[in-house]
């Protein structure tokens, strides 16, 4: 066995280690664990069309083919997370005539990290903003004991926000409805001017491709300690936008 073989089974192997503990012990970053499955696969087969490129003429043009698409996809990515990490930013300038909070998990009756966070955000947002329409998007999901826009509702109010400045959507199950339905109760109630979307900030920029470019953005952002969770989402986020492309 070669040296570049040993070291891709190597890699292989510490790829499934880390990719099992993703899955069984630190869940939050499972589909990191589920791209390093990918990345162990990937390994395994470069090194056996490494073995047999000098064997079979074929396997030399399969290890090229797979090491172009390799970079290709590669490439992509990091395309789709720069589109991302451009999005990920608060814009505090532009007047807004509406503002949307996009929902996320909910524990029973209580927000979960990533709610919790754009929560936070949206009430500072508002705060110089009196009167400003507020939409919370969300419907109940498994384990939600209320949707998460009664959980936002909720939540805002108790912090002094008026229940007239709130606008309920629980219909929505994805980003692309949370959009389309909070819009058209903005439209019932003859809204007019740019929209201000909250949301996590890996998450706004698939949010500004239903809403449009016009859309100004409002990021939530984790805690420092929280850094290995976020880098999974960016992560996972390039994947999700690239969905949204495709399904559209």
Known sequence: MKR???ICYILAAVCLVLGVLMLTVFTAVRFTGFLLFCGAAALVIFALLTRWREEHRWALWCRRIFLGLLAAGFAFFAVLEVRVLSWSRTDSETPVGAVIVLGAGV???TPSLSLWTRLDVALAYVQDKPGIPIVVSGSQGRGEEISEARCMYDWLTARGVPREQIILE??????EENIRYSLELLEE???AGNIAVVSSDYHL????MYLGGDMVPVAARMPLR???LTVNYYVRE???LAAAMVFQ
Do not use: I, Q
């Open 4 to 6: 570049t073989e040993k």
């Open 107 to 109: 524990d029973g009756t």
């Open 170 to 175: 629980e219909r929505a199950t994805n980003t």
């Open 189 to 191: 109630r003859d809204v």
């Open 205 to 208: 920029c698939r949010a500004a």
């Open 226 to 228: 929280y850094l290995p």
């Open 238 to 240: 390039a994947f999700g």
